[in-house]
């Protein structure tokens, strides 16, 4: 089946830990998404993709970093520097970029942070 | 200033009954993409309906249609004959021309839904 995985579902860090968040598609989607939720709000744009290697700042990049070394995987550091982490994570794809393309999303990670 | 608004935290409806749901939105472009998605308990975002801004007709998925008002920047969702199922967070959201290259979608806040039996 067709689809996006985020791994693990549920994360638990100490403070001043980095913590990467997976994300695996294998649609065959050029462009990947990172999005934050945090309670009772919309999703904010972390980082997006579009190439292999390419990858872009979106609305809240700061505490975060990402790499783009495979067309199917777009993982998520969250570093130390990130003030607030705890938050449900949500990686999304597209076919391509453009207006009328819907994005899919993954079942998403909720990472605490204590 | 709020690109997308959804004035409705929280709504009920009756189990086989209709309900819209309200979202509006800023832009000054001409050419944009409204979408609805759907976020049950799981946390997971389902794509429910997409509506151009060049699209004559409303859009329309099965029991979801989307009541386009472009003179007054509304694109307010519409269920028919509700179900226990349809019981989820519901976000309205938008994409325009990037400034930036992306094409991300902008959110609104979300309204729960709570369907009645």
């Known amino acids: 089946d067709g689809g996006i995985t985020q791994s693990p579902k549920y994360l638990f860090r100490k403070e001043g830990q980095n913590v990467t968040l997976s994300c695996e598609q294998n649609?065959?989607?050029?462009?990947m998404y990172w999005y934050r939720q945090d309670p009772g709000q919309g999703l904010r744009l972390i980082y997006y993709?579009?190439?292999?290697?390419?990858?872009q700042k979106g609305d809240i990049a700061e505490g975060y970093s990402v790499s783009r070394e495979k067309k199917e995987s777009f993982p998520l550091t969250v570093t130390s520097a990130q003030k607030n982490p705890t938050a449900f994570y949500l990686c999304?794809?597209?076919?391509?970029?453009?207006?009328?393309?819907?994005?899919?999303f993954g079942p998403g990670t909720r990472l605490t942070v204590t | 200033a709020q690109k997308i608004t959804q004035t409705q935290p929280g709504m009920f409806v009756q189990e086989k009954e209709a309900v819209t749901l309200d979202c509006t939105y800023d832009?000054?472009?001409?050419?944009?993409?409204l979408f609805w998605y759907k976020q049950p308990s799981s946390g997971e975002m389902i794509f429910l309906i997409y509506?151009?801004?060049?699209?004559?007709q409303n859009a329309t998925e099965g029991r979801y249609s989307l009541n386009f008002q472009k003179a007054r920047k509304s694109a307010n969702l519409v269920i028919s004959a509700s179900q226990l199922g349809d019981s989820a967070m519901y976000f309205c959201?938008?994409?325009?021309?990037?400034?930036?290259?992306?094409?991300?979608?902008?959110f609104g806040s979300g309204t729960r839904l709570l369907v009645r039996p």
């Open positions: 649609l065959n989607h050029d462009a």
């Open positions: 959201a938008m994409r325009e021309p990037p400034r930036d290259s992306s094409y991300k979608l902008i």
């Open positions: 832009t000054s472009d001409q050419s944009y993409g």
């Open positions: 993709s579009q190439i292999v290697n390419d990858f």
């Open positions: 999304a794809s597209s076919i391509q970029q453009g207006i009328s393309y819907e994005q899919y």
């Open positions: 509506q151009g801004s060049y699209d004559e």
